[in-house]
């Protein structure tokens, strides 16, 4: 009896456990499924993917039968046309740069919004960046340290272009009865091209418009928000962080401090970068320095390294043309000198004379490249955080990069390089991720609505449309992993240079006209310096 009582209940528990475990089955299932199958993320990625993919690897494609990127060619090939068609302005050029910066021969009156200074630091803002500190750190992990050499000169040589492309800027800039101007390729396009009886002007300004919009909500934006956030989750702990799979919450805060700062105009703009961009420079710059004064007995031999590795390789995959194509790579992608956002920031500046502006701007690659890239590399090369091997003198390298201690590359093998010296240097460099994409948001908003205004129109309600929708990118920027996206974007700011530089070409007889009449009325004396924002009485 005992036996059909247990039978008995051993039925009625499974009859009872069957619709339980039949509903844990299918909620299983559904996980299974719910996991496998793609998000909007990935459903997003696949569509850019499948409609955009060609012109991506378009822009980015190597020349024929070596792993150099065309486009970085077309940069340095249209840099060194400019050194010497302007005869090494950069050189000869540099100390009036200095002296405009700091106001020499400001004149208040003058039309414009911004001072050089602002200008200077906006421009910088929208450079300086997430490659500063990652970009450099994959250079010289494949290039080696002699990549540093070339990257050095990369950037000296892009200084002439960004001076053509920023004189012709502020020459045929819009200024209207309110103050305010709109300047860049675009204007210079349309009405340059005009003045010299070139057709097809106005059709590249559209479709440089198109690039730039582009660039700015992805590259410029959300690219940018998407960094900051997985920076502020490293330091925060991780996978146990709280802002782990919460993107959204860096995206609004983010978002509303840029809405708060752009709906002010490129006057709110200059007045935040001009205090943001010389702080987060100054911090990090002075962070590499005490980096490299803990090792200061290893200087020598870094520098060594970098020159050394210029020229011969020192063993690293692709020898001296692996570190060349390396630095040239760099220096292009971090300075952007030729793609043409700068000429929209210092498009803006207080002057009567496009040439000033177009000095001003010739620092732009010297402290972004020159100063800032190299500082990383250094720190990098410095630290040790490169593995050597020490029977033969050269670098451990494995699977085409330089082996690193924990197999570390990127940020966080920057990250490891300061942190020899300084163990709490993650949070500093999280600060200073978060504030170069912060910066970089902001300037390319500004790069971004000037190309809005130019398709559709000057006007408040035009422009605060354009500013919502920026912020809005920026929320989907933090929260999403749109890596088709990204890379859309960032062959769009690249085929910027594309319309830009031929551009450049065909107006730099104009801007060379500009610059003989200038520095000639200024060795006469016909131009005078300001004391005060007061020219002194003749």
């Not at 920026?474 to 890596?483: E, N």
Request: with cysteine; charged share 10%.
């Amino acid at each position: 009896m005992s036996f059909f009582r247990r039978a008995a209940r051993t039925t009625l528990l499974a009859a009872a456990l069957a619709p339980i475990c039949a509903a844990a089955a299918r909620a299983q299932e559904a996980a299974d499924a719910a996991e496998a199958a793609p998000g909007i993320d990935q459903m997003v990625n696949d569509v850019f993917t499948s409609s955009t993919g060609w012109f991506v690897s378009l822009i980015f494609s190597n020349v024929p039968g070596t792993n150099f990127p065309w486009i970085v060619g077309w940069l340095v090939v249209a840099a060194v046309v400019f050194t010497v068609y302007f005869r090494g302005i950069q050189l000869w050029g540099f100390g009036h740069a200095i002296r405009l910066v700091k106001g020499d021969y400001s004149n208040p009156k003058d039309s414009g919004e911004v001072s050089h200074f602002q200008a200077l630091a906006t421009a910088l803002s929208g450079t300086v960046g997430l490659g500063n500190i990652a970009g450099v750190a994959v250079a010289v992990g494949i290039g080696g340290p002699g990549a540093t050499f070339w990257m050095i000169l990369a950037g000296v040589l892009g200084m002439a272009t960004k001076f053509t492309e920023c004189t012709l800027g502020v020459k045929y800039r819009n200024e209207y009865p309110d103050g305010t101007v709109s300047g860049g390729p675009m204007y210079y396009m349309r009405k340059g091209f005009a003045e010299r009886g070139i057709s097809g002007g106005s059709i590249m300004a559209i479709v440089f418009c198109i690039f730039t919009l582009g660039g700015s909500i992805g590259g410029g934006n959300m690219f940018q928000a998407n960094q900051a956030h997985a920076q502020l989750v490293n330091v925060t702990g991780g996978a146990d962080s709280f802002l782990d799979g919460r993107g959204w919450i860096t995206g609004l805060i983010l978002a509303a401090v840029v809405f708060l700062v752009i709906v002010g105009g490129i006057k709110s703009i200059a007045q935040v970068t001009e205090k943001v961009v010389p702080f987060m420079g100054v911090l990090y710059v002075a962070t590499a320095l005490i980096i490299i004064l803990i090792n200061y007995q290893q200087i020598g031999w870094a520098i060594g390294q970098i020159f050394a590795g210029a020229f011969t390789g020192l063993g690293v995959a692709g020898g001296i043309v692996g570190a060349l194509i390396q630095g040239f790579r760099r220096a292009a992608f971090s300075n952007e000198a030729g793609v043409g956002s700068a000429a929209i920031a210092h498009s803006a500046v207080r002057t009567k004379e496009p040439t000033t502006e177009g000095v001003v701007a010739l620092l732009e690659p010297f402290i972004d490249t020159v100063v800032i890239c190299t500082m990383t590399a250094l720190v990098i090369v410095i630290s040790g955080a490169l593995q050597v091997d020490p029977e033969t003198g050269l670098y451990v390298v494995q699977d085409g990069k330089i082996a690193t201690e924990g197999g570390v590359t990127g940020v966080e093998l920057t990250s490891a390089a300061f942190a020899t010296g300084l163990t709490w240097f993650p949070y500093i460099l999280a600060v200073a991720v978060v504030l170069f994409a912060f910066s970089t948001m902001i300037s390319w908003s500004y790069y971004g609505l000037k190309a809005w205004t130019y398709l559709v129109g000057e006007g408040k309600v035009r422009e605060l449309v354009y500013k919502v929708a920026f912020c809005v990118f920026t929320v989907i920027g933090a929260a999403a992993q749109l890596g088709a996206v990204i890379d859309f974007s960032d062959a769009m700011i690249f085929a910027m240079a594309v319309v830009n530089i031929i551009a450049l070409y065909l107006l730099m007889p104009i801007v060379k006209a500009e610059v003989t009449s200038y520095f000639e009325r200024l060795r006469s004396g016909e131009i005078k310096r300001f004391k005060g924002g007061v020219q002194p009485a003749e």
